[in-house]
């Protein structure tokens, strides 16, 4: 046995932590410029601003509903396949930069 962790047990979130976790990712999306351009234009439509707290309910569940490790990559595909539903395609280096 080589004592790596990789079947350890999954912790569970306190409500208190999971409350920080899923704000702290509304305030990165709150500062990511192409998301919130998207959000202002309403270029997915009148429901954006609902869509994008889809987003932030995604991401959270991504983290904390995953039997995996969630990767920058995991991450990054959904936020571009986010944007592409707003019919918004990325290219300015911010989805590789973690906004």
């Known amino acids: 046995m080589d004592g790596s962790s ?16 899923q704000e702290g990712i509304g305030l990165v999306l709150s500062r990511w410029t192409a998301l919130q351009m ?6 997915g439509g009148r429901d954006t ?17 995953s039997k995996e ?18 019919n918004t395609e990325v290219n300015d280096g911010s989805l590789e930069e973690g906004n």
Do not use: C, R
């Not at 609902?50 to 983290?63: C, G, H, R, T």
């Open 38 to 43: 998207a959000i202002e234009n309403e270029w």
């Open 6 to 21: 990789s079947n350890a047990p999954v912790q569970q979130l306190t409500a208190e932590a999971a409350a920080q976790l």
């Open 49 to 65: 601003g609902e869509k994008s707290n889809q987003l932030n309910v995604d991401i959270f569940s991504a983290f904390t509903q």
């Open 69 to 86: 490790k969630v990767y920058m990559d995991d991450i990054e595909e959904i936020l571009d396949e986010f944007m592409i539903s707003l």
